[in-house]
């Protein structure tokens, strides 16, 4: 399974297999249940995810205590609250599996020596970190440009992966919308 983190890493950067299997030992392989939290709000931010199988959501609480999903992350994504992760300070943010999941986790203590041990990989997570956030910058576009509807269908026309494993209440909470909503959209694009 752990041939799935390697390929990740290939498509941005040229690892060798012995330096992988040195990158390897900082990280500890995980196995959660599903609904299990691996990381909660109002703690430290130490630890950073790479999914190998299964699926993620982190979210924080409203005021009012609704849900309100910020990212998932399915095979071979990242997630981790990355601001406090490199600060060391505390989340806002919960992390739990929404099946499932075994993740690779490194500890932010592991994360910066490994990148000082190994240049290449902070060459990695730069690639990733700007991909990461070209989408992000996308989705806000989506939120500002387009109906309820219209992000509804979008993301589940081009996010199918999620779609498909994601429960309806967490894909509306990540679109601002109420799982009332989607089941009235869902409806009338069935009929």
């Not at 399974?1 to 330096?19: A, C, E, G, W």
Request: with cysteine.
């Amino acid at each position: 399974m752990t041939n799935r983190f390697y390929d990740h890493i290939k498509q941005y950067v040229d690892l060798s297999p012995s330096d992988f299997d040195s990158v390897l030992n900082r990280f500890e392989l995980k196995k959660s249940a599903k609904k299990e939290m691996l990381q909660t709000a109002e703690h430290h931010c130490n630890t950073l995810y790479f999914v190998l199988d299964g699926c993620l959501n982190m979210y924080f609480l409203t005021e009012k205590g609704t849900e309100r999903t910020v990212q998932f992350a399915i095979e071979g994504w990242w997630l981790t609250d990355f601001l406090q992760f490199q600060k060391g300070g505390k989340t806002n943010f919960n992390i739990q599996a929404v099946t499932q999941t075994t993740v690779l986790a490194i500890s932010r203590e592991n994360y910066k020596a490994l990148l000082e041990d190994y240049p290449i990989m902070e060459r990695y997570f730069r690639k990733v970190y700007q991909i990461a956030y070209g989408a992000s910058l996308v989705k806000m576009r989506y939120l500002y440009d387009l109906s309820k509807e219209e992000i509804y269908f979008h993301f589940t026309e081009n996010f199918p992966e999620f779609a498909q494993r994601v429960p309806q209440k967490l894909i509306a909470s990540f679109l601002g919308l109420t799982p009332e909503y989607v089941s009235e959209i869902r409806a009338k694009k069935r009929s």
